[in-house]
């Protein structure tokens, strides 16, 4: 529920600007933050470090969580061949010790790299909300261009000061190709 | 050659044919799987198809028959099961070290063979698999191989190198498949917007997460996509490392060797690029490709090549003075009946394949075309199963005792099988050209002019 109407009724979600340019991208994340709007989606067909910089960079969390599985699956690995070894199923094969844990490094450094893996692949959804197979943006037919050659900016009417004439009017002065409004 | 350096000599080509934009790029790669199947795939994927039969009824036979349709025996009981698994498995390492390492160290070139190559490693994999399930002899019960709580109140022996492969090949198999899907978001977000159909859509959208190329998810994606590429770096090391210890731990004459994974692990890569070689050069000429997969990737790969086939030469040279080195009869005798022994003919045409043919490269006219480069790569396919067929069976095949000697040689089963996982390789691949981009496009695009300027100028703005 938007408190906010398109042209044609329906709820607006946002409005969203197209820019040719990455440069162009940059400086209208510039402005639109200087103009105070701070809930704003910039989308790249390609990374860019720069926008990132320009909307609202923090560091990643992903690096912790992958640290975490990495941990887990190297002392969950050891101790699984240590348990199974020495508590529940000792066998004496070549009176090797019970605990032969120089040859346990190999099976714990393959969970290591395992579970650090599925740590990077799931805490990078989890931190990017994906999957997310609907959003609104996805409504302004012009948006299959992000995945080509097009960047785009998207002021949301989350935005507390969200104001839909003062948002036009900040993104009209970035030198966009068009504007569209985006349903919810 | 006249594609992309006129003369050969005035420089290096280009990684990128000049003149290309995201749009080119995006529409370039993106028509490859959109546009309708050409008839040709139709006949590829139709042989391949064909050709994967033979795995499917000798694998069938197997179950049904048992592991005496193969030529194993007493005493050469890992024939080509083994070997053809050494052999996958080395082929699939050239993926992940492109994908992997060669992006830690910012080699730009990676980024338009990366994607196939890694769906190679992933199929090369398949194939390796198949392997140590069928040569169990049971294989439903397989599963015996993982630790488990079961009723037997049984659990796998972890001081054993065999089970250390179970845990090194099947966490690369994961890894590896996870690398490759995350790699693909971006791109198949690209599908979804670009192609017409709507069932397409769906598919391609469901496939990409709904991926929009937020800049925060960007952010997030490079770091896991860095994270991931330094986890799987140790792990490629490590994976044809362990494979060497099935050998290395055991005490036969010819496998008893420190040299082991070092030198498999160059053997693997070794294999790895002959093989991408050898997919590639088919595969630029076949969707028109040249503007992406430039000579300047031939080079670098045939270069690889001939420096990863240098250390397997050390290899064996090494192999030679050790065995005299020791002073140990049975090691020398070894050696001796590589040379001059049953299987003299293979040991001497690995020489060939493995050493001589790749010495080619040195030579500039090779290197500058793509037939003659395809041409060394074959020769070091075959030269990679020749090498893995000697150290298996030679060493089994006259061991300690004069009394318990034999030899060994594939039966049709064993042949069929072994055709058969080429033919499951190239119908996963064919399958892939088909529906997947093989070349990374979002990756294609951050090489291009236009996204390096923008890097450039916040470098400036930032200082």
């Excluded at chain 2, 997919?279 to 990863?308: S, V, Y």
């Amino acid at each position: 529920m938007s408190r906010f109407k398109t042209a044609e009724g329906k709820n607006l979600y946002g409005l969203m600007a197209e820019f040719d340019s990455p440069d162009k991208l940059v400086a209208a994340c510039y402005s639109a933050r200087d103009a105070g709007f701070r809930r704003l989606g910039a989308y790249t067909p390609y990374p860019i470090e720069a926008v990132w910089e320009a909307i609202d960079h923090h560091r990643s969390k992903l690096p912790l969580i992958v640290l975490a599985g990495g941990l887990i699956g190297a002392i969950g690995g050891f101790m699984l061949q240590y348990w199974t070894s020495v508590e529940v199923y000792p066998m004496n094969i070549g009176g090797r010790p019970f605990n032969s844990w120089v040859a346990f490094i190999v099976p714990a450094f393959e969970t290591t790299i395992l579970c650090a893996s599925f740590a990077a692949v799931l805490g990078m959804f989890a931190l990017n909300k994906l999957p997310h197979p609907y959003h609104p943006a996805f409504n302004v037919e012009r948006f299959a261009e992000a995945s080509r050659d097009r960047y785009f900016l998207l002021i949301t009417t989350k935005d507390p000061d969200f104001d839909p004439v003062r948002a036009r009017e900040v993104l009209e002065r970035t030198h966009p190709v068009e504007i569209n409004e985006v349903e919810e | 050659m006249a594609d992309l350096s006129p003369d050969g000599r005035m420089g290096k080509p280009p990684v990128l044919a000049p003149g290309h934009t995201p749009a080119t790029v995006t529409d370039h790669i993106s028509a490859i799987v959109l546009r309708q199947t050409p008839r040709w795939w139709w006949v590829a994927f139709g042989i391949s198809f064909l050709v994967m039969q033979l795995l499917l009824v000798g694998i069938a036979y197997l179950v049904f028959e048992g592991v005496g349709i193969w030529g194993v025996n007493n005493p050469v009981g890992w024939g080509f099961a083994i070997i053809n698994f050494v052999w996958w498995i080395g082929i699939g390492h050239a993926g992940t070290l492109i994908s992997a390492i060669l992006l830690l160290l910012r080699q730009e070139w990676r980024t338009s063979i990366n994607r196939f190559a890694e769906a190679m490693t992933l199929f090369a994999v398949a194939c390796a698999g198949v392997f140590p399930l069928i040569h169990v002899g049971r294989p439903w019960l397989a599963y015996w191989l993982l630790p488990y709580p079961n009723t037997m109140g049984l659990w796998p022996n972890f001081r054993s190198p065999l089970i250390w492969d179970v845990f090194a090949v099947s966490t690369y198999a994961t890894v590896s498949a996870l690398f490759w899907y995350v790699g693909l978001i971006p791109d198949l977000a690209t599908l979804r917007d670009r192609s017409r159909r709507r069932w397409k859509k769906i598919v391609y959208g469901f496939a990409s997460m709904g991926w929009r190329g937020h800049a925060a998810h960007w952010h997030n994606y490079e770091v896991a996509y860095l994270l991931l590429a330094g986890l799987a770096t140790p792990l490629v090391v490590s994976v044809h490392t362990v494979v060497s210890f099935d050998f290395a731990v055991g005490q036969i004459a010819g496998w008893h060797a420190t040299i082991f994974p070092p030198y498999f692990v160059a053997g693997a890569v070794f294999a790895g690029f002959a093989m991408v070689l050898t997919l590639a050069i088919p595969l630029r000429e076949a969707f028109g490709l040249k503007d992406f997969i430039t000579l300047r990737h031939i080079q670098n790969m045939a270069k690889i090549m001939l420096t990863t086939g240098l250390i397997v030469g050390y290899g064996y040279l090494v192999e030679i003075f050790l065995a005299f080195y020791s002073g140990n009869q049975y090691e020398e005798f070894m050696i001796l009946n590589r040379i001059q022994g049953p299987y003299k003919i293979h040991w001497w045409a690995l020489l060939l394949c493995n050493v001589l043919a790749p010495q080619l490269i040195w030579v500039r006219r090779v290197r500058n075309s793509p037939w003659l480069v395809f041409l060394v790569a074959m020769f070091v396919n075959v030269g990679m199963w020749l090498e893995r067929f000697v150290i298996v069976v030679t060493s089994l095949s006259r061991d300690f005792l004069p009394s318990s000697w034999g030899t060994y040689s594939g039966t049709r089963w064993d042949w069929a099988i072994y055709v058969g996982t080429i033919g499951l390789f190239l119908s996963l691949l064919f399958l892939f050209v088909r529906f997947l981009p093989m070349i990374s496009i979002f990756e294609m695009r951050t090489i291009l002019p236009e996204a390096k300027d923008v890097h450039k100028k916040t470098g400036k703005a930032q200082g």
